[in-house]
């Protein structure tokens, strides 16, 4: 797991903006600069893992639970706004924003919404992501970016594509 600094500080916020990537295969997910730029106070979590291990394995879910409770601290932090833009990245928003009592998700719609392989199952935090998946529908929200279904031809490649450009709607909502 890779944990950026505090991106585009601003001296007087009490709001922290942290963005979990989709996973991609084969590679470290990030959100592009230029997107970036324009939220303020914003942290990226990653993770090289497969399937990002859901950001729930039990020892990212408590590095993540003590560096949120460290830059709380530090930076008199009032709210923390959990972001995703894909399945595994707004499931993990909808997560860690119950776990944190300021914690509030922004997703998109195909939160949680995956399709278990062999390799998914298991994959260190697929249990905790299945159980947590039950709550999500009751988890207060906001739904940033509507994902239309994808052509069945195009599914093989689903994993593939860079989903982050879905972030301009959450850029949108904060504006």
């Not at 859901?54 to 709210?79: A, C, G, N």
Request: aromatic fraction near 10%; hydrophobic fraction near 35%.
């Amino acid at each position: 797991m890779h944990v950026s600094d505090v991106l585009n500080e601003t001296v007087e916020s009490r709001d922290l903006h942290v963005i979990f990537t989709e996973p991609a295969i084969g590679t470290i997910a990030t959100v592009p600069a230029d997107i970036c730029d324009q939220i303020p106070d914003v942290i990226q979590i990653t993770s090289s893992r497969l399937y990002g291990q859901f950001y729930l394995s039990k020892q990212i879910e408590k590095d993540i639970i003590l560096m949120l409770d460290r830059l709380q601290k530090l930076y008199d932090i009032e709210t923390i706004n959990f972001i995703g833009y894909g399945p595994i990245s707004s499931a993990a928003a909808l997560y860690y924003s119950n776990q944190i009592d300021s914690g509030f998700a922004y997703v998109s719609s195909d939160y949680g919404q995956l399709s278990a392989s062999r390799n998914m199952i298991y994959t260190d935090g697929y249990e905790k992501f299945i159980t947590a998946k039950k709550s999500f529908d009751e988890t207060p929200k906001t739904i940033y970016h509507h994902v239309d279904p994808m052509s069945s031809s195009l599914q093989i490649v689903a994993n593939l594509l860079d989903k982050s450009s879905r972030l301009k709607s959450y850029i949108n909502t904060i504006n």
